[in-house]
Nanobody
Framework: QVQLVESGGGLVQAGGSLRLSCSAS????????MGWFRQPPGKEQEFVAG????????YYADSVKGRFTISRDNAKNTVTLQMNSLKPDDTAVYYC???????????????????WGQGTQVTVSS
């Protein structure tokens, strides 16, 4: 089974940028749909971005479209989330997740993903 570890979170001012990385070990990362989700304080978890196993297809939540970019390097078993023009509303714990076995298309449903990383905190100050 794939094991995931996120890094790259931190504190940034509004308008700034952060780059989150997710390193995978074990399992079949290169054949897994990958997703980024986030959980803002006091709110439910929400989908942020997803990418097909080949990297040929991506999907973004409307709230981040045009500001965030998901990418992956199957040779290095990593998936990244480049976040630009950050807003205070982007403050959340960010998680990367691997699509469950058999997931072919990009899903926005967290139930279609597992395992999950431990999460990394992103705080955007105004």
């Amino acid at each position: 089974q794939v094991q995931l570890v996120e890094s790259g979170g931190g504190l940034v001012q509004a308008g700034g940028s952060l780059r989150l990385s997710c390193s995978a070990s074990g399992g079949t990362f290169s054949r897994s749909v990958m997703g980024w989700f986030r959980q803002p304080p006091g709110k439910e978890q929400e989908f942020v971005a997803g990418m097909s196993w080949s990297g040929g297809s991506t999907y973004y939540a409307d709230s981040v479209k045009g500001r965030f970019t998901i990418s992956r390097d199957n040779a290095k078993n990593t998936v990244t989330l480049q976040m630009n023009s950050l807003k205070p509303d982007d403050t959340a714990v960010y998680y990367c997740a691997a699509g469950r076995f058999g997931l072919v298309g990009i899903s926005r449903d967290a139930r279609d993903f597992g395992p999950w990383g431990q999460g990394t905190q992103v705080t955007v100050s105004s």
